[in-house]
């Protein structure tokens, strides 16, 4: 991503990541923060320990995954998949991942460096983080830190409201009003 950014002469790009993705760009930030301008993201991992799901998957090892556990997990979010936008629109990236990629990823998610929010809250432009009401709600965990903690670090906190996790899914109005309030787009 970063080799992207560079080749296409540009100067710093703003970044959005989402989830396991949110995580990428706070990486991808600290290995050059002169690539990246404002860094926005919406419920990444900031510590160690990983979220519900990537701790699910790591913790059952990554030959029972590879086995078993990535048919069972397609399975299982084809079967709680909303009506309205399907199993096939919600989880295509899930379905095509190469699935010992997906175990790594997820295990690099529960093993993040004990330092890895010191990191963040250090850089030149930490930007924003994106919650969900309903993920918020339920308490901190790695992808849900406490806002205050946040706050104080110089990182602007906003909520989706109505929404979890899957906030582009649960209130897509919300969640690209919370967007672009934290790239600061005037109307």
Known sequence: ???????LDVGAVDLF????????????????????????????????????????????GRE????????????????????DYGPTLRYAAWRD???????????????????????YKGLPNPGAFIYGSRTLAAG???????PALLEQAGIRTLTVADAGHSMMFDNL???MHALVAALDIKA
């Not at 991503?1 to 080749?7: D, E, F, P, Q, T």
């Not at 991942?97 to 990191?119: E, I, K, R, T, W």
Request: aromatic share 6%; net charge negative; hydrophobic share 45%.
């Open 97 to 119: 991942a190469d699935p010992a990629a997906f175990f790594d990823s997820a295990a690099g998610l529960v093993d993040l460096p004990q330092d890895f929010f010191l990191q």
């Open 64 to 83: 029972a995954f590879l086995a078993e556990g990535y048919a069972k997990l397609i399975d299982k979010l084809d079967a709680d998949a909303r009506p």
């Open 140 to 146: 901190p965990t790695p992808d849900t830190p406490d």
């Open 17 to 60: 990541g989402h989830s396991m993705g949110g995580t990428v760009g706070i990486i991808a930030a600290l290995k050059d923060s002169q690539a990246i301008g404002r860094l926005i993201v919406a419920e990444a991992n900031v510590e160690p320990g990983g979220g519900g799901a990537s701790l699910a998957i790591a913790r059952q």
């Open 173 to 175: 109005p919300g969640f």
């Open 1 to 7: 991503m970063l080799a992207v950014i560079r080749s």
